[in-house]
């Protein structure tokens, strides 16, 4: 288990002005500091597919070219306080440009190559800094109280910024966000783009500066939780949104929000789109409306970047690979595959098959099976729940949960399944088991795992489940109302949603949102679905596993599903705090604590799988 965790991942891939570079980060696990290290590389490409290093090993994150391609500004990595700094490639020396007052994200360049622009966040808020490149002098746009201002982009001439301010959600609607403009000059503060969007994000100029793409939803919905974004055109002076491409299941912009790259002549724009468990790049026709035309396949794109000879550059995760940079020319034939642009490969990954599942509620439901040994059937088997709701699985290597990989090649069976909820499949799907969690879902999951085992695959007398968030909470109303499971594992889970809408930093207006209704009007509903209520019913010995300092699902909630499992006296439970651990500490929290984690699940379902009867 331990040769997992230093893994490295290549992400941010940037591809040069002229298409002739590619500069990237390199980003593993720093286990001397018990944190995590982000590397600056840049190679440059020649006509037979080679590469030259030209950068290597300067601790960055988010690298920007500048216009003539001769520098790169970047955020510092490592160090006591943010600040921007800028390598020269032609001698490999960096400087320090300017000290943040807060976190910095979205760093792009002013077309003439004298300023950069970033948004700054710090407990006020979001904002966005201009720097000067010649000076270091920083200023901030204006912006007001509870606003949060992102994903700066600059107009063609540089004559002005567009970015997204949003507003915090409520009790009443969620989060909304609207494109905003600002004259570079400063001597004028922000106007809103008129869109008739209900949420609009990540702003892209088209080269004629006519017109801005944006990432976003007519309808109020999830804003940027919503699995379902579509892509926008809208005049930069303003007017109705227009859909850019037809049947998109979904716009990506985790982990990094990014508005779409358009083509050089303004005739398409590039985005990521979601698709049946993968995430491609996809190009669509702007006058067209049409359905976008995919350019990757076989993996989840983590991130990419396009010059203006049509060189593509991305970052490409598959289930052997947590991350390599891969170059599409303008045709979307691969130019230069992995090499020392591998993140790190995956020792000895057990292969992936995917599969359709019949279900319950109708039209078959895509899965995939880990570590089928045939000679070894039938296998203990672990059915594990995505996080979201509407997350959903695919062909990569998630960081945060390599304990699959693990039981895979212990002999293992592990079953994932994009069930009803799950996003990439389209707003129907994703919005299937709204008021209905677990009821919806969970037939689905029994379904799918009674099919591997009357196909001699899986031992029902070895069976197990795991989940961490929404995930955690499916896993725990698994074992409320089946008793096949010998061991469950509960990670960062919602389980009483009442608390949760009280206290989750997202609650007031996301659960709502997901129970097709609020409090008080919906309290039996509420009731009906949160665990709590029915955990003196479980059977199966359950571990929790939980950051203290979870602002989205508060720890609180594992510690009333403890408290219930161990007052009803039925199973044995055992609830492991994370100190200083938020919601996501499992995949990019200190590395001691992820391996912990990995390990503990590993542990504890080996230990209680291999013996045992799930209902004494």
């Known amino acids: 288990m331990d040769d997992l965790l230093p893994l490295r991942a290549a992400r941010r891939a940037r591809v040069a002005p002229g298409g002739g570079a590619v500069a990237f980060l390199i980003v593993s696990a720093d286990l001397e500091r018990d944190g995590e290290r982000s590397d600056l590389h840049v190679v440059a490409l020649d006509a037979e597919g080679g590469e030259r290093v030209l950068a290597a090993g300067i601790p960055a994150r988010e690298p920007s070219w500048s216009p003539d391609g001769r520098e790169i500004a970047f955020l ?3 160090v006591a306080h943010p600040e921007v700094g800028i390598l020269a490639l032609d001698t490999g020396e960096t400087r320090r440009l300017a000290v943040l007052p807060g976190e910095g994200s979205g760093l792009t360049w002013s077309p003439d190559g004298e300023r950069v622009a970033l948004a700054v966040r710090n407990g006020a808020g979001g904002r966005i800094a201009v720097v000067e490149v010649g000076t270091g002098a920083l200023e901030m746009v204006p912006s007001g109280e509870g606003q949060e201002d992102s994903a700066p982009a600059w107009s063609p001439d540089g004559l002005a910024l567009a970015f997204a301010r949003s507003e915090a959600g409520s009790a009443a609607a969620p989060p909304s966000s609207s494109i905003q403009i600002v004259p570079a000059d400063g001597r004028a503060g922000p106007a809103t783009v008129p869109s008739g969007l209900s949420f609009a994000t990540c702003p892209s100029w088209a080269p004629s500066g006519e017109l801005l793409a944006c990432v976003g939803s007519a309808a109020s919905r999830l804003a940027g939780n919503d699995p379902c974004l579509q892509p926008w055109i809208l005049p930069a002076s303003g007017g109705a ?3 850019a491409a037809r049947g998109v299941n979904g716009v990506v912009l985790a982990p990094v929000p990014e508005g779409p790259a358009w083509a050089a002549d303004g005739s398409a724009i590039f985005f990521r789109e979601a698709r049946e468990g993968e995430i491609a790049v ?3 026709e702007v006058e067209e409306c049409a359905e976008g035309h995919r350019l990757t396949r076989g993996c989840q794109v983590v991130d990419f970047s396009r010059a203006a000879n049509g060189t593509f550059a991305y970052i490409a995760s598959t289930p052997d690979d947590p991350g390599s940079v891969r170059v599409l020319d303008e045709s979307g034939s691969s130019s230069l595959g992995p090499g020392a642009w591998a993140g790190g490969r995956v020792p000895e990954v057990p292969a992936l098959a995917r599969r359709r599942f019949r279900s319950p509620h109708g039209p078959a439901l895509d899965g995939w099976l880990q570590g089928l040994d045939r000679d070894r059937s039938p296998q203990p088997l672990l059915v594990s729940m995505h996080g979201g709701p509407h997350g959903f699985f695919g062909p990569s290597f998630q960081a945060g949960h390599f304990y699959r990989n693990v039981l895979a ?8 399944l994009n ?13 299937a088991i709204r008021g209905r969690w677990g009821e919806h879902d969970l037939p689905e999951h029994l379904a799918a795992l009674e ?6 695959l899986a031992d029902p007398a070895r069976l197990a489940v795991a989940g961490y968030s929404y995930g955690g909470y499916l896993a725990a109303w698994a074992v409320c109302h089946d008793h096949r499971f010998r061991a469950a594992v509960v990670g960062a889970p919602i389980t009483d949603l009442a608390a949760f809408e009280r206290a989750s930093d997202i609650g007031a207006w996301y659960t709502p949102w997901e129970m097709r209704g609020g409090l008080p ?9 949160s665990p709590i209520a029915h955990a003196g019913a479980i059977r199966t010995p359950v571990l929790l596993l939980h950051g203290d300092a979870d602002r989205r699902c508060p720890l609180a909630q594992s510690e009333s599903l403890a408290e219930r499992i161990a007052a009803a006296g039925r199973s044995r439970v055992e609830l492991v705090r994370y100190k200083g651990g938020d919601h996501l500490f499992h995949s990019g929290g200190r590395p001691s604590q992820r391996l912990d984690f990995n390990r503990r699940i590993v542990e504890w379902l080996e230990e209680h799988v291999n013996g045992g009867d799930p209902d004494e």
Do not use: I
């Open 409 to 416: 090649a212990r002999g293992w069976l592990v079953l994932t």
């Open 76 to 78: 510092a990595d490592g």
């Open 241 to 243: 949104a227009r859909l």
């Open 521 to 529: 009007e919906n309290a039996e509903r509420y009731e009906r679905l």
């Open 282 to 284: 996809v190009r669509a």
């Open 419 to 431: 069930s009803s909820g799950s996003g990439s499949y389209g707003e129907a799907f994703a919005d």
């Open 451 to 456: 099919e591997v085992v009357a196909d001699g």
